[in-house]
């Protein structure tokens, strides 16, 4: 597949091609799915907590005597069915966090990149940085590939100055090409990929491509 390269002021340059291996896959839904779902789980945080019965501070003495009231027998007055009682099977902290294979995860990456290759969302630029950090040096060279949409630079390596341009953009966001994120990858409507990263993309997962069911 080719693609072209363009200048930051959006004039074409040159053509680039793209290893098929990476750009030109069967797009397989499944796995973009597991990826998808396996971030955002380890993603959480799972801090949710309750107190039961034994945890809620108050007396164990019996508020009022077992016979002659007309109330209901009561213990005491922590438990679930009085005001300021435990909770019953409330959450408690819990680690949502799992693995999935590190072939499964690298064929997700590989399905994205080659949909939104192969949907035309995939952009390719000149190498260039924003030596001046500015938010606005930045946002002139988005405005000739991106229109205020939801966009993903992939980088060719930890620029913290394009970074530090870029995190006031709140539809923007970065990763760098050996640490990619099926979430921002997928959901992004504009991907543009400075011309070393896709290079350095092309040998990161070069190899043998399971093949898509």
Do not use: W
């Amino acid at each position: 597949m080719e693609k072209k390269v363009y200048s930051v002021d959006g004039k074409e340059l040159r053509t680039i091609t793209l290893d098929d291996n990476v750009f030109g896959l069967p797009v397989n839904e499944d796995v973009i799915y597991y990826a998808i779902t396996n971030e955002l789980a380890n993603m959480r945080t799972g801090t949710a907590c309750t107190k039961g019965r034994a945890e809620v501070h108050g007396t164990n003495a019996k508020p009022y005597k077992q016979k002659g009231t007309g109330h209901a027998r009561r213990g005491d007055t922590k438990s679930p069915i009085t005001v300021g009682g435990g909770t019953i099977f409330g959450p408690k902290p819990k680690d949502y966090s799992y693995a999935i294979p590190k072939q499964e995860k690298r064929l997700a990456m590989k399905s994205i990149l080659s949909l939104q290759a192969q949907s035309d969302r995939l952009t390719v630029v000149e190498d260039f940085t924003i030596e001046s950090g500015k938010t606005k040096d930045l946002v002139k060279i988005l405005k000739n590939f991106s229109d205020g949409e939801r966009t993903v630079i992939i980088l060719k390596d930890d620029d913290a100055k394009i970074k530090q341009a870029g995190r006031n953009i709140p539809t923007l966001s970065f990763l760098s090409f050996n640490r990619l994120r099926a979430h921002d990858l997928f959901y992004g409507r504009k991907i543009i990929a400075l011309e070393s990263a896709v290079k350095n993309l092309s040998q990161f997962y070069a190899g043998e491509t399971k093949e898509a069911e």
